[in-house]
């Protein structure tokens, strides 16, 4: 499974927007890139997946440039409770074992 | 509708004592998983069972830790004699069969305290 680089850490302001990078240079053809959310004392929550170009949901948007070997994620206007531990996992299936990192812990401040 | 569920929440035990992690799926999920997670990393894999069948063990990090899943639902996580390496979160997960997205839905995790 592709290994993924992203920052161990960042803080932003309430109503601000906050984008998140990943790399994933080894990232196979039929990888996909997905992002999960984990608050304190609860386990990982699914928020985002992609494969190529643009991803918006209710929660984010996940961009991925042509040659895939990055993605950000966006997060519109992040609030106090958006603070939280992000992961960014690339592979296939949801029938195979999820890789995390040691994720990006975002700070939101008032 | 019920997530993922996961019992005790928290378990302290002295070392050398067994213990006994329970794991409710979402129902009708055919995909179980076990992750460990020590504080400020992301979590590891343990084992991952289809239905009742254990197809992937790989994670397990020694012969003291075992996983079943007898009737294909509810799984339990078996450590004996642990010992204080083994104090972590262990979270369980379940997915759709088929399912093409990495979606898995996690529970709330078991705290576990070696002393």
Same mark, same amino acid.
């Given at each position: 499974?592709?290994?993924?680089?992203?920052?161990?850490?960042?803080?932003?302001?309430?109503?601000?927007?906050?984008?998140?990078?990943?790399?994933?240079?080894?990232?196979?053809?039929?990888?996909?890139?997905?992002?999960?959310?984990?608050?304190?004392?609860?386990?990982?929550?699914?928020?985002?997946?992609?494969?190529?170009?643009?991803?918006?949901?209710?929660?984010?948007?996940?961009?991925?440039?042509?040659d895939r070997k990055s993605s950000t994620l966006s997060l519109p206007r992040v609030s106090l409770s958006d603070t939280?531990?992000?992961?960014?996992?690339?592979?296939?299936?949801?029938?195979?074992?999820?890789?995390?990192?040691?994720?990006?812990?975002?700070?939101?401040?008032? | 509708?019920? @997530?993922?569920?996961?019992?005790?929440? %928290?378990?302290? #035990?002295?070392?050398?004592?067994?213990?006994? =992690?329970?794991?409710?799926?979402?129902? @009708?999920?055919?995909?179980?998983?076990? %992750?460990?997670? #020590?504080?400020?990393?992301?979590?590891?894999? =343990?084992?991952?069972?289809?239905?009742?069948?254990?197809?992937?063990?790989?994670?397990?990090?020694?012969d003291r830790f075992f996983a079943e899943r007898p009737e294909g639902s509810v799984s339990t996580l078996k450590i004996?004699?642990?010992?204080?390496?083994?104090?972590?979160?262990?979270?369980?997960?379940?997915?759709?069969?088929?399912?093409?997205?990495?979606?898995?839905?996690?529970?709330?995790?078991?705290?576990?305290?070696?002393?």
């Amino acid at each position: 499974l592709a290994k993924t680089t992203q920052p161990i850490s960042m803080d932003s302001y309430e109503g601000q927007e906050v984008n998140i990078t990943c790399s994933h240079n080894n990232i196979a053809t039929n990888d996909y890139i997905t992002w999960y959310q984990q608050f304190p004392s609860q386990g990982p929550r699914f928020i985002i997946q992609g494969y190529k170009t643009k991803v918006t949901n209710e929660v984010a948007s996940l961009f991925i440039p042509a040659d895939r070997k990055s993605s950000t994620l966006s997060l519109p206007r992040v609030s106090l409770s958006d603070t939280a531990v992000y992961y960014c996992l690339v592979g296939f299936s949801g029938n195979t074992p999820l890789v995390f990192g040691k994720g990006t812990r975002l700070s939101v401040i008032a | 509708g019920a @997530g993922v569920s996961q019992s005790p929440r %928290y378990k302290v #035990a002295k070392r050398g004592q067994d213990v006994a =992690l329970r794991c409710d799926p979402i129902s @009708g999920h055919v995909s179980l998983f076990w %992750y460990q997670q #020590a504080l400020g990393q992301g979590p590891e894999f =343990l084992t991952y069972f289809q239905n009742e069948a254990q197809l992937d063990k790989s994670g397990l990090p020694s012969d003291r830790f075992f996983a079943e899943r007898p009737e294909g639902s509810v799984s339990t996580l078996k450590i004996q004699r642990t010992q204080q390496e083994d104090s972590a979160v262990y979270l369980c997960a379940s997915s759709h069969r088929g399912g093409s997205r990495n979606e898995q839905f996690f529970g709330p995790g078991t705290r576990l305290t070696v002393l």
